[in-house]
């Protein structure tokens, strides 16, 4: 093959997506509840170590494209759209009045907001520091973001306390810091209440974001467990106003089964929100697209979640590789991602409808004989033992219809 020229890269890459198949319509796509981040569009491929590999792209443009795809629901933080000077002032009320222009023209809605309250240095010493300016400062932030989300409309504010923690152990009174951090939720919400009334809309709903490392060395809320206990702490005022968004890479980062974390939340009633991607356990935040580490792990998740009736919103929280052109980010990227997500979600549904499945689960719930004795142990075992090989079947049917096995592929040896 000769050298391709920039032109005719781009036009192999849509000739081959082309020829993967598979894809769905936008039509299809905009069914699901699926949102599309300013920010993850809006990536340039820079990190700690890198350098920047894309250009930079504003939020019109990520909306037009998003709404080409089929993408229904965009979503940003404060600052992804309004610089940090501007928040508060004229320029915002201008933004925001372009943002809602360009999500009616191009047939979008904005599902959630979220406030920055990580990158900004007036966050060195956390959202919740000793200064008790900055913390009010902290209060007015997110209080100006459900405004905010108000005037677009949204259903969600989204927290993520990444910088409430700390590098030096000693040097704060964790407990004071928290109860700084429950102040700045019980502001936001106590606003919300206000400006809910103001603009006749409902409250939104308001999804706490845990993540187990970075950017500081001690996270204080690193899992959504330890927010399901600050929630139910007592520390908030307005505690049923408050709920998760669990993200899937930070549940799996920390080691946790993903689908045991939302099972938990699920049973908790606080999974309202939930950031879909894929990476490694134990390892960075790498945010790569849905089911492209862990397909399997993936369609356990939604079988859990499609048997609980949960469907949506799923945010697309990923990052584009840095080695994807920004052609390729609306090109491959996006469509893929959601593609993979609804061919999965697809699955899930074979799954809660397999035979094969519905009758090993309905024996394992039927269980086996009862024994007279009920403290005869041993009997208990025997009259189960040979039913409990169904859990290792159930995982192997599984894998069948996420390889189609279950339909009659074969390979051959």
């Known amino acids: 093959m000769s050298a391709l020229e920039p032109i005719q890269q781009q036009a192999l890459v849509d000739r081959l997506m082309s020829a993967c198949g598979g894809q769905y319509s936008p039509e299809t796509r905009r069914k699901f509840f699926i949102t599309g981040p300013q920010w993850a569009a809006a990536y340039e491929g820079n990190s700690l170590f890198q350098d920047k590999t894309r250009p930079t792209i504003g939020f019109e443009r990520i909306i037009e494209e998003y709404s080409k795809i089929g993408i229904g629901y965009w979503c940003t933080h404060d600052t992804d759209v309004i610089p940090t000077a501007g928040l508060g002032h004229a320029q915002q009320d201008e933004i925001v009045g372009r943002i809602g222009e360009a999500l009616k023209r191009n047939d979008m809605k904005c599902s959630m907001v979220t406030t920055e309250t990580f990158h900004n240095p007036v966050w060195a010493a956390s959202s919740a520091p000793e200064a008790s300016q900055i913390r009010d400062y902290a209060a007015w932030r997110v209080s100006n973001t459900v405004k905010i989300g108000h005037e677009l409309g949204a259903q969600f504010a989204v927290y993520w306390p990444g910088s409430l923690g700390y590098w030096i152990q000693g040097a704060i009174d964790e407990t004071q810091t928290l109860q700084w951090y429950a102040d700045t939720l019980n502001a936001a919400c106590e606003a919300d209440i206000d400006l809910a009334k103001k603009f006749g809309r409902p409250t939104l709903k308001h999804c706490m974001e845990a993540k187990p490392f970075e950017p500081v060395a001690e996270i204080l809320l690193p899992t959504s467990d330890a927010m399901m206990a600050f929630i139910f702490s007592g520390k908030l ?93 609306f090109a491959v990227s996006f469509p893929t991602a959601v593609d993979r997500f609804i061919a999965l979600w697809e699955m899930a549904g074979e799954v809660l409808t397999d035979p094969i499945i519905k009758e090993a689960t309905e024996a394992l719930k039927t269980a086996g004989p009862r024994v007279a004795d009920p403290l005869d142990a041993a009997g208990m075992f025997a009259a189960n033992r040979e039913l409990w090989s169904l859990h290792e079947l159930i995982g192997h049917r599984l894998f069948q219809i996420l390889i189609g096995q279950n339909k009659g592929r074969s390979f051959s040896v």
Do not use: C
């Open 237 to 329: 005022k307005y505690p049923a106003m408050v709920g998760l968004n669990p993200e899937y890479l930070h549940e799996r980062m920390w080691g946790t089964a993903v689908r045991a974390a939302l099972a938990r939340m699920l049973f908790a009633n606080k999974l309202w929100h939930f950031d879909i991607n894929d990476g490694y356990s134990l390892k960075h935040d790498v945010d790569i697209a849905v089911g492209l580490i862990n397909p399997f792990d993936w369609l356990s998740v939604l079988v859990l979640l499609r048997s609980h009736g949960f469907n949506g919103p799923f945010n697309l929280d990923y990052k584009p590789p840095r080695s994807t052109s920004q052609h390729g980010v």
